[in-house]
């Protein structure tokens, strides 16, 4: 069986993690390497960096950030923000990053999933979805350009195609939840997770243990992610893993 | 002492070679004969199609050459395809014959080939479902997912191989679309269970293969590679 993984999330902005990161024992907290490979060392699952630079040379710089961390973690990373080609996917994963994650792009042009599903493999595709209840329609919508724009689309139906055109995994994050500390959206990742046969990471509104706890079990999530709560050492990882693995949560 | 990963144009062999220098050994990534066989231990690794692979190796040249390293007795590991490889043949893609360094073949999760890595079945099957463009069939037994992707927990047969030496069971992180039925029971080290008991670690003589990826397993990956290199390090000396 395989364990629920936690995904500690970067926001790195021009080479350097932004984004409130307060640890005591690194050297520079803005450093996304050092950072992840204090996160590899507490037991983190996987890591995911969303690169939010607005500048090519803020890209570039992204990918000698994958190429150190590549040296120095032991366990697989995601790289997302900015990507809207096959050949930005190349770039990254030639650096050494194991999954590519995208959003806007994928939703403006779904040949994107295709095409890099058939070059690198679904394995190393990561659809990101933000999605936000409409109570018009009773259900949730997609949102683009980082949560700014409604796409008229529907997330259920969204992360269907997404997997029928080879995304390997679903990024979900509810635009609800998000910031909030209330918990995961349950009902908006149990629907998502029912909806598709490849594994889903929900994101936004961890708060507590509790919260992780309840979106591996009633959410049916397989992998959750958190930031600002790891961040802040709100929670740690070996102990959030300790208290799922004790209330029989399959972990590493 | 050197280790050779052998670049046969398949996949990122980056994070392979940071990982062995990070245990203190000198990684040489290389395509070159001389260097292959002058190393004192050999990684094959690899990511992608099993065919691809073979073909890869066949127009280098390299498949002999792996030939004769495992011949001379050079520890040699295969990680992920490269595991595969080692082996008869794979059914992805119809069949497509691997180095036949160790006897068995790679069936598809859930394919009409498909056994259990504790009780092969014998009749070949023909698969042709690309590992690369899996688009999340259902079709491991229970409705597991395909491809088999994420940490899951090893079981050791054989704990006193010296590739196990020290080491506990624990999780390592797997990517894989097919997985090996060796023909030998006792060339499997360790299994993991996804719906079925599914060949994770095999070994014989100097020649091991890994269906996960030590190098992306955390702690107990890391300490996977290094009871290889200690091997090689060992008939070095």
């Not at chain 1, 910031?179 to 995961?184: E, I, L, V, Y």
């Not at chain 2, 180095?99 to 006897?103: T, V």
């Not at chain 2, 999760?109 to 080939?113: A, K, Y």
């Not at chain 2, 899996?134 to 088999?148: E, F, N, S």
């Given at each position: 069986m395989l364990a629920k993984r936690i995904i500690p999330c970067l926001d790195v902005k021009d080479g350097r993690v932004v984004k409130g990161v307060n640890f005591?024992?690194?050297?520079?907290?803005?450093?996304p390497v050092e950072l992840a490979a204090l996160y590899d060392r507490e037991g983190a699952d996987e890591i995911v960096f969303l690169d939010i630079s607005a500048s090519n040379e803020g890209r570039a710089t992204m990918i000698e950030v994958v190429r150190q961390t590549a040296g120095e973690i032991a366990i697989p990373f995601t790289v997302g923000g900015g990507i809207s080609q096959v050949e930005d996917m190349k770039r990254i994963l030639r650096a050494g990053a194991d999954k590519i994650g995208i959003n806007t792009a994928a939703v403006l042009n779904p040949q994107l999933i295709s095409d890099g599903a058939r070059r690198?493999?679904?394995?190393?595709i990561v659809v990101a979805v933000d999605a936000k209840f409409n109570p018009a329609w009773g259900e949730w919508e997609v949102y683009t350009h980082g949560g700014r724009?409604?796409?008229?689309?529907k997330a259920l139906e969204w992360v269907k195609e997404a997997e029928s055109r080879g995304a390997g995994e679903i990024l979900l994050t509810s635009m609800d939840a998000d910031?909030?500390?209330?918990?995961?959206d349950l009902p908006l990742t149990s629907a998502v997770s029912r909806s598709v046969g490849i594994p889903v990471i929900a994101s936004g509104?961890?708060?507590?243990?509790d919260d992780f706890y309840e979106v591996f079990t009633?959410?049916?999530?397989?992998a959750a992610l958190a930031a600002t709560i790891f961040h802040y050492k709100e929670i740690a990882v070996p102990d959030l893993k300790r208290d799922l693995k004790s209330r029989g949560v399959e972990i590493r | 002492m050197t280790i050779a990963i052998v670049d046969?144009?398949?996949?990122?062999l980056h994070s392979v070679s940071k990982a062995v220098e990070r245990l203190g050994y000198e990684g040489l990534v290389t395509g070159g004969a001389d260097a292959i066989l002058g190393a004192d231990g050999v990684l094959l690794p690899g990511v992608g199609a099993f065919g691809d692979a073979m073909e890869h190796l066949r127009a280098s040249g390299l498949d002999a050459v792996v030939h004769q390293a495992a011949a001379n007795g050079t520890p040699l590991l295969g990680i992920c395809l490269g595991m595969q490889l080692?082996?008869?043949?794979?059914?992805?893609?119809?069949r497509n014959e691997g180095?036949?360094?160790?006897?068995g073949r790679a069936v598809r999760?859930?394919?009409?080939?498909a056994g259990s890595a504790l009780g092969a079945g014998t009749d070949a099957g023909e698969g042709g479902i690309s590992a690369g463009s899996?688009?999340?069939?259902?079709?491991?037994?229970?409705?597991?997912?395909?491809?088999?992707m994420g940490w899951n927990r090893l079981a050791f047969?054989?704990?006193?191989s010296p590739l196990l030496a020290g080491l506990e069971e624990g999780h390592v992180y797997f990517v894989h679309s097919y997985h090996v039925l060796p023909e030998?029971?006792?060339?499997?080290?360790a299994v993991t269970d996804y719906g079925h008991p599914v060949t994770a670690i095999v070994g014989r003589g100097n020649v091991y293969g890994m269906q996960f990826h030590p190098e992306k397993s955390g702690e107990l990956g890391m300490a996977l590679l290094r009871n290889f290199l200690s091997l090689a390090e060992r008939d070095n000396n």
């Open positions: 005591v024992n690194l050297r520079d907290a803005g450093d690198f493999g679904s394995q190393c724009k409604p796409s008229g689309i910031g909030t500390k209330d918990g995961f509104g961890a708060g507590k243990p009633e959410g049916q999530a397989d | 046969y144009g398949m996949g990122n080692l082996f008869s043949e794979s059914e992805e893609h119809g180095l036949g360094i160790l006897p999760f859930g394919g009409s080939g899996a688009t999340g069939a259902l079709g491991a037994p229970g409705g597991l997912k395909v491809p088999h047969l054989q704990p006193d030998r029971r006792e060339d499997l080290l």
